[in-house]
């Protein structure tokens, strides 16, 4: 099946601090990718889509210039969480959609950051 | 938008028995239902998926069944194990949107 994989898994940074995270399809390409945030024991909460070579769609209530994403290739996107503070302290997962020609194009999930704001 | 529902949030089951996870969606152009497998601080797996023109489909010991009727899918897990243990997401792709709708996830705790 299809790969995606993320880095870092797992990042602590002090306060104020800007944090990046890699999201990338390994073996498949994906003009579309995601970026969830999941709190301990919720489900996963829908940030951003990305697409490749334009502007990232953000769903309702998520900052823009917090949470800036670059999708530059078919391969990568990048979330940068920018002077972050403890309250975005979150389980940040990335997926990308195989374009399988039909409607509901799978999504494959990255395996996630742990990100944790001092 | 799309409204996934999911129940019960949690599922305590015996070795050996059969688990059962309930979904509604609201949306009824919604044509692709997958499940996800979610292991504590690890990545949502993809179990079983079904699209709107089929009404069941099944893989050894899972199979997920959809009533586009009713608006309602399930997931089926027979003969379960202690490795079945884990939070089971369900989900719907509204067709035209671009975005999975996700329910809040399902708890199942097999026991030995």
């Known amino acids: 099946g299809a790969v995606v994989s993320q880095h870092p898994s797992r990042v602590i940074c002090k306060s104020g601090t800007s944090v990046k995270i890699e999201c990338r399809s390994l073996d498949f390409q994906a003009t579309t990718m995601f970026w969830y945030r999941q709190f301990p024991k919720q489900s996963l909460m829908l940030m951003a889509t990305?697409?490749?070579?334009?502007?990232?769609?953000?769903e309702q209530g998520v900052e823009k210039d917090k949470f800036l994403i670059n999708h530059a290739s078919l391969t990568l996107s990048t979330l940068t969480v920018t002077s972050a503070h403890p309250e975005d302290s979150s389980f940040y997962i990335c997926s990308a959609r195989e374009l399988a020609g039909g409607p509901g194009d799978t999504q494959y999930f990255g395996p996630g950051t742990r990100l944790t704001v001092l | 938008g799309e409204n996934v529902e999911q129940h019960p949030s949690t599922l305590s089951v015996q070795e050996g028995d059969s688990a059962v996870i309930k979904c509604t969606y609201s949306d009824s152009a919604s044509n692709y239902f997958p499940w996800y497998k979610q292991e504590l601080g690890k990545r949502p797996q993809l179990i079983i998926d079904i699209r709107s023109n089929v009404g069941e489909k099944k893989d050894q010991r899972i199979a997920v069944t959809l009533n586009k009727t009713a608006k309602h899918f399930s997931l089926h897990i027979t003969e379960t194990q202690p490795e079945d243990s884990a939070v089971y997401f369900c989900a719907a792709f509204p067709g035209d949107d671009y975005k999975l709708s996700f329910g809040a996830g399902t708890t199942v705790t097999v026991r030995a």
């Open positions: 990305s697409n490749e070579g334009s502007k990232a769609t953000y």
